[in-house]
């Protein structure tokens, strides 16, 4: 079993929100039982000053910051939100509903070092215009007896990355959207989500070890 790293050997972990953050509570929660013993959260960013994630960070004691998208241009969003990752020296960026498509450009300057949660079984129901209750709608049209979840490496592809984590979830008889949006979060997301952020710090970790030898 490996050892808890201290507080200043974790990988430094940025949240980035655009809603309510019911996926940051599950990293926040996860944090607090001990369970990213190699990551820390270091900084929750929302694009929108409304975002409930805020009030969620603040709660949690980590520091909450507003990088507004709404009425800038891209690429002044990204230098902005990348001055924050910069400022408080992130290792890991996690996509917790965040709403905003990031440039190609800005993936590689954070190459296989940003996570992304998807609530589908990829590749099916990703790619662009399926998120939220879309990605839900479609695959109760399609039939599917089965969905799940998806944690993987974001790149320039919408929901294209390399697939760390998925798990699987029943859908049932009855289920509406929002019934069935509800279940592969409890059963899914909040599960996989701070598991791969562990996994991915314990990566970034050892590469650092590695690399002061």
């Avoid at 990988?11 to 509570?25: D, E, H, K, M, Y």
């Avoid at 007896?145 to 009855?174: F, S, Y």
Wanted: with cysteine; net charge negative.
């Amino acid at each position: 079993m490996s050892r808890a790293a201290s507080s200043s050997e974790k990988t430094r972990i940025a949240v980035l929100v655009s809603g309510g953050g019911t996926n940051l509570q599950a990293l926040l929660d996860a944090q607090a039982r001990g369970e990213l013993p190699h990551g820390e959260i270091t900084v929750v960013i929302a694009s929108r000053d409304d975002a409930y994630a805020l009030e969620r960070a603040r709660r949690a004691g980590v520091e909450a910051v507003v990088v507004a998208r709404k009425g800038r241009k891209a690429e002044t969003f990204e230098r902005l939100l990348k001055e924050e990752l910069l400022r408080h020296r992130i290792d890991l960026v996690v996509l917790a509903g965040f709403l905003c498509i990031l440039s190609a450009e800005f993936i590689a300057d954070y190459e296989d070092r940003i996570l992304n949660v998807h609530p589908s079984l990829l590749p099916a129901f990703g790619g662009k215009g399926f998120y939220g209750l879309a990605v839900h709608e479609a695959a109760l049209a399609r039939g599917v007896k089965v969905t799940g979840a998806t944690v993987h490496l974001v790149n320039e592809i919408p929901d294209g990355g390399e697939i760390l984590l998925q798990r699987a979830v029943a859908v049932e008889e009855g289920d509406t959207p929002e019934l069935l949006q509800r279940r592969v979060m409890e059963q899914a997301e909040w599960i996989l989500l701070p598991r791969a952020a562990e996994l991915m710090s314990e990566k970034i970790m050892r590469e650092k070890e590695r690399a002061s030898l």
